[in-house]
């Protein structure tokens, strides 16, 4: 059963910036379209950014401009820069497949972040 484990979470101020990291456990992991999400206290799990299996990004329009995803196929590794950091950003992030061009995996832990003063 594949795998996903994000990290690089934390307490960060208004305008500052972060770095998320996920990690699957697949040697397939060139091959799959792979997105992040997060779910917002009180909130449903919405749909961040996704990257297709060539590296061209997508993302929802409150993160374009300040978020940046991108991936490292050689390291079965997928991650997320985020700039410009604000408090509506606040979050658990998870990372899985896009769903549109394969399956979900299971759901890992998410890596929190929080944006505040």
């Known amino acids: 059963q594949v795998q996903v484990v994000e990290s690089g979470g934390g307490l960060v101020q208004p305008g500052g910036s972060l770095r998320l990291s996920c990690a699957v456990s697949t040697a397939s992991f060139r091959f799959i379209a792979m997105a992040w999400y997060r779910q917002g206290p009180g909130k449903q799990r919405d749909l961040v950014a996704s990257i297709t299996r060539g590296g061209s990004g997508n993302y929802t329009d409150s993160v374009k401009g300040r978020f940046t995803i991108s991936r490292d196929n050689a390291k079965n590794t997928m991650y997320l820069q985020m700039n410009n950091l604000k408090p509506d950003d606040t979050a658990v992030y998870y990372c899985?497949?896009?769903?549109?061009?394969?399956?979900?995996?299971?759901w890992g832990q998410g890596t929190q972040v929080t944006v505040s003063s």
């Open positions: 899985n497949t896009d769903k549109i061009t394969g399956p979900l995996f299971s």
